[in-house]
């Protein structure tokens, strides 16, 4: 490899002189990555040197961009025609170059930064110089192409996101937040591209490395915004197409959402965005059931966030999912009370039962099922349970017989002593369970709950039914830390009364008094 010095006199003596007996020192630098790509590792001391030499070319063949030296039809003749598709090779493998540093590096270094910049400069100056005419709309896709087949095959060691399962590789993020983020003609034509090249890589790459590229290049909400920049000098008119884009978008998304093998993080991050970034793309949203089934079926924190997606499809595309409250009252157990996406449970299970339409018994199965689980609930729990439980009485007074139920008001101690609950917990159909017939007896328990704050919410239920509703956004956030933050910092209007008595008179006097040396004060 050459030094610093050697570089810079070679690329000095090509910029500022056209003497072609300097343009063969080109091929000595070129030749200078093979060493590099031989031992497929960067040496730090040499990182700089390779930078140096990255950054020094691209500006030579900006030059022979600029001189014409790179358009063998721009020759007056044959020698000089000759002279630039010798140039122009020697362009195209150093493009070549850039491209198998940024995929075979495996470790990260600035010098793959580097070659991404340099090479979409070289992209830019293609579409000036190798359109048809001067001034004429072009953009070198083929040449995008290349460069997305390199950044999807570049992979670094633990680049995967552990909580959103998007790719953390900085020479892929530097791709999308510097140019895919910010030029709509990069957005087009990388969408456009990646219809074919997304099949190529599935038996090439696994199903979660790509997925994580792929969320990291497209969970962001500034696709297809008016706003954005134009990468190349005059691009063509067919990125104006929105429906197109629109269209490539929805295959691309259709794609990667069918992978077989997505981790439980990625599942999560598409999940939580898939009904303000997802369906919006969409010309068929119906095309996101099969996927949003799948979702629901593997139960868990997946199956909870699926629901926002389903009932989107239900309510605004009139998608028909049967059973759909039978799988929304499976999903009540207590493990959703410790999960960390409870209180958008909570909000999805209140919009669902919000309808007036709904069946008494299936609301009071819900009604029963909640109040069964908050006997076992964290007090931050249990705290949204209550007004929930609250709010759904309100809507449906039918349900209002699970607290006030005349036939047991004169009933007789005895027949209150045999009383069994008919509520059948191991059900799983809401409209089966019986609950209409039975009594919200867990509620009353929680009244004299060791928590303060639970047991002075519950005994709402004692109270005469006033209050219209709870503002239930009061209360979802509710967890056992900021109950017990908000206990501590309370501030109390009359001192409490204490009262004790020393330790040493329990004791009587005998064989105990001999512990009592032993005591610390």
């Not at 929805?250 to 599942?267: G, P």
Request: proline share 4%; hydrophobic share 40%.
């Amino acid at each position: 490899m050459l030094s610093k010095e050697e570089i810079k006199q070679v690329w000095k003596s090509i910029s500022t002189g056209n003497d072609r007996k300097h343009y063969n020192s080109l091929v000595n630098l070129i030749h200078g990555y093979n060493e590099l790509l031989k031992e497929n590792e960067l040496l730090h001391n040499l990182e700089d040197d390779y930078r140096y030499m990255t950054i020094a070319l691209s500006q030579i063949f900006i030059k022979l961009f600029e001189r014409g030296q790179l358009m063998p039809h721009l020759a007056s003749n044959a020698n000089e025609k000759k002279f630039f598709e010798w140039c122009k090779k020697l362009y195209l493998n150093y493009k070549v170059k850039l491209l198998a540093i940024i995929t075979s590096l495996h470790e990260v270094n600035s010098l793959s930064l580097d070659c991404l910049d340099s090479y979409m400069k070289m992209l830019h100056h293609e579409s000036i110089y190798w359109a048809s005419k001067p001034n004429s709309p072009f953009f070198p896709n083929k040449t995008l192409r290349s460069l997305l087949v390199a950044l999807f095959h570049c992979n670094f060691e633990g680049d995967i996101g552990f909580k959103d399962g998007q790719s953390e590789n900085p020479v892929f993020n530097l791709f999308v937040e510097a140019y895919y983020k910010k030029n709509f003609d990069i957005q087009f034509y990388t969408q456009s591209e990646l219809i074919s090249l997304l099949p190529e890589l599935d038996g090439q790459t696994s199903d979660e490395i790509l997925m994580s590229k792929w969320l990291a290049l497209c969970n962001n909400d500034v696709q297809g915004s008016p706003d954005l920049e134009i990468f190349v000098s005059v691009p063509p008119q067919a990125i104006e197409n929105d429906a197109k884009f629109k269209s490539n978008l929805e295959t691309n998304w259709l794609h990667c959402l069918n992978l077989a093998n997505l981790s439980s993080s990625q599942y999560k991050t598409v999940l939580l965005v898939l009904h303000k970034r997802i369906i919006v793309w969409f010309h068929q949203p119906t095309k996101l059931m099969d996927f949003l089934t799948d979702s629901y079926n593997q139960g868990g924190i997946v199956s909870i966030l699926s629901l926002n997606g389903l009932f989107e499809l239900m309510k605004k595309y009139n998608l028909e999912y049967p059973n759909f409250y039978s799988k929304l009252y499976q999903l009540l157990t207590p493990e959703v009370m410790h999960v960390k996406y409870r209180s958008r449970f909570f909000r999805l299970v209140d919009t669902f039962l919000s309808s007036t339409h709904l069946s008494a018994q299936l609301v009071a199965s819900f009604i029963k099922r909640l109040a069964r689980l908050s006997v076992s609930a964290p007090p931050g729990a249990i705290v949204s349970i209550i007004p929930f439980v609250y709010n759904l009485i309100r809507k449906h007074p039918t349900c209002m017989i699970l607290l006030h139920d005349p036939e047991y008001i004169d009933c007789d101690s005895k027949k209150r002593q045999e009383y069994l609950d008919p509520f059948n917990n191991e059900e799983t159909n809401p409209e089966l369970t019986n609950a209409l017939s039975s009594s919200v007896w867990e509620l009353e328990t929680l009244m004299n709950h060791y928590h303060p704050n639970v047991a002075t919410l519950a005994k709402i239920f004692q109270q005469p039914f006033q209050k219209l509703s709870y503002n239930i956004e009061d209360f979802l956030d509710w967890s056992y830390d900021s109950l017990l933050q908000a206990e501590t910092n309370r501030k109390l209007k009359i001192q409490p009364a204490l009262e004790f008595e020393r330790f040493e008179t329990i004791f009587e006097s005998g064989s105990d008094s001999a512990f009592l040396p032993f005591i610390k004060w």
